[in-house]
């Protein structure tokens, strides 16, 4: 019986040690075959991307027109101001900001930048920069057009001094700035220096050839707290859009950017993903308030109600088009509710003209006032050489005039549409804004806007919006221009052109574009 005992009692043992020795085996090669998968993963890691530009007209950024260059080259030079993925601005190489007064800003540079020659970066480099601007033609030219002055304050403080008050002046602040130094004594639109110039960004331009230029993380970036995975970009050049297209869809470019919806005829649809967003050009009916239908509301939300802009988009824009409600309504941090309906409704369009006096008869809406009969009859002005715009105002005419709103198109050229617009003579214009990167209404409410329209607490809310820094009385107040724009209708925002970015599926990392930049979350980007 002992004996037995004896037996199990080691047996059992045996088993004990065989099973952690089994265990142990295991566990190892566990380990080693996770420390192999992640050995394996970071020699997969690519640390290079490549884009590409089609048409490449210099490579100084403020000369540039085109819109690749001007979005790649925001990864060599950088501005005063950034603007975040919700378009808020935000301190890049001026650390703060502050309103002096209407008509000046005093700006603090960061004292820790350099270029990517190594030399610092200073308030002399910010006043050489806006005087280019001042004295060049370039796509930067409005940021700077009221600024009358410079002040230096010190190397790293200088006074912007403006010829009127600019609401949310810091939004113009977007611009490159070049450095003094390197362009100091040469002819800057025709200097050899512009076929390289250095920066002060993430990547600076090591090599430049006729088909492609090199561009190599910079060691002199003063952003530590970003460390860029990336260590080479490659920017492939070509002499037209096409050939870009091509290269991408080969795999030989890894991203695009383009405001050309037909994109997919290009580049096809697999072995890619892609996102759309909207882009800067809004186009809206601006509703002369002066007008004796106009200047009352429930007309104004009549013709709001009775317009189908998905239509519009879908049946006339071959879907080519983003609806819109109002023209922040793009991805604004002060315009986060986007309106998917865009407020049609033709039953409510009858019931608010019923409500307020009007009746349908004979195919018109028609009111009596002062013993005077009044049907609705509108102008709708449009610009004759723009085909997709008339195609939009006779869609406009047929939906109203279903409605019993009668509609004439006034078709114009070219100045004589101009010369309408600046006297506000018109009933309805069909227009087209491209839009600022700052949230600044002016255009729309501000004094001698296009709908001739006038609001008293609007006045008050832009006067308290244009003096705050303040970002929940600024949400609370844009909220509230938004509630007032919607029911009141001076205008009536129609859609968005779209901006498209494609890239590839073999590109890892967060890629949150909008149209103002493309490379959002760049420094954790790898293949």
């Known amino acids: 019986m002992k004996s037995n005992w004896i037996k199990y009692v080691f047996v059992t043992f045996i088993i004990i040690i065989l099973g952690f020795s089994i265990y142990k085996i295991k566990k190892d090669e566990a380990e080693k075959e996770q420390e192999q998968q992640i050995a394996s993963n970071q020699e997969e890691q690519i640390k290079e991307i490549k884009l590409g530009i089609a048409g490449i007209d210099t490579m100084n950024p403020i000369l540039s027109n085109n819109k690749n260059v ?46 990517s020659n190594g030399h610092q970066l200073t308030s002399e480099d910010v006043r050489f920069t806006i005087d280019r601007l001042k004295d060049t033609q370039t796509i930067y030219s409005s940021n700077v057009q009221d600024v009358i002055g410079i002040d230096i304050v010190d190397d790293y403080t200088l006074k912007i001094n403006l010829d009127k008050e600019v609401p949310f002046f810091e939004y113009n ?67 037209a859009v096409g050939e870009l297209y091509n290269s991408f869809k080969l795999g030989n470019i890894d991203l695009i950017s383009t405001s050309n919806t037909n994109l997919q005829e290009y580049i ?35 013709i709001s109600y009775s317009i189908d802009k998905a239509g519009i988009t879908a049946n006339v824009l071959n879907g080519k088009y983003l609806t819109s409600s109002f023209p922040l309504d793009y991805g604004n941090w ?30 018109y809406w028609q009111k009596t006032e002062d013993y005077k009969t009044q049907r609705i009859v509108l102008n709708l002005l449009v610009k004759n050489s723009d085909q997709t715009k008339v195609a939009v105002a006779q869609n406009i005419k047929a939906q109203l005039e279903a409605q019993g709103i009668r509609i004439n198109i006034i078709g114009a050229a070219d100045d004589q549409y101009k010369n309408l617009l600046a006297a506000r003579s ?12 700052s949230p600044s209404l002016e255009t729309f409410f ?10 008293d607490e609007i006045r008050s809310i832009m006067s308290e ?20 724009y919607k029911t009141e209708m001076p205008y009536i925002s129609l859609y968005n052109n779209k901006y498209i970015v494609a890239y590839s599926s073999e590109l890892v990392g967060d890629i949150t574009p909008n149209w103002f930049y493309q490379f959002y979350g760049i420094e954790g980007w790898y293949k």
Request: glycine letters at 4%; proline letters at 3%.
């Open 70 to 115: 001007q979005d790649i080259y925001k990864l060599i030079f950088e501005p005063l101001v950034n603007l975040t993925a919700e378009y808020k601005a935000e301190p890049c190489l001026a650390k703060e900001w502050a309103k002096q007064g209407d008509n000046s800003y005093l700006i603090k540079l960061r004292e820790n930048v350099r270029w």
């Open 446 to 455: 501000g004094e001698g806007n296009l709908s001739n329209y006038s609001n």
């Open 268 to 302: 096809g649809t697999i072995g890619y993903s892609s996102k759309e967003m909207k882009g800067r050009e809004h186009t809206f009916l601006s509703l002369n308030t002066a007008n004796y239908f106009l200047a009352k509301t429930e007309v104004r939300k009549a």
């Open 465 to 484: 919006v244009k003096n705050t820094t303040d970002e929940n009385i600024l949400k609370e107040k844009y909220q509230r221009l938004i509630e007032i």
């Open 173 to 239: 602040l977007t611009f490159p700035i070049l450095s003094k130094e390197y362009f100091e004594g040469e002819d800057f639109v025709n200097t050899s220096k512009n076929d390289a110039p250095i920066g002060t960004g993430q990547f600076k331009i090591t090599e430049v050839q006729p088909s492609y230029i090199i561009l190599e993380k910079s060691t002199n970036w003063w952003n530590k707290e970003k460390n860029t995975v990336l260590e080479k970009i490659t920017v492939n050049l070509f002499s």
């Open 426 to 437: 018109y009933d309805i214009a069909l227009c087209s804004i491209t839009l600022s990167p």
């Open 334 to 363: 002060l315009c986060q509710e986007q309106d998917a309906s865009s407020g049609y409704n033709v039953e409510q369009a009858k019931q608010i003209l019923v409500d307020n006096g009007w009746s349908y008869r004979n195919n």
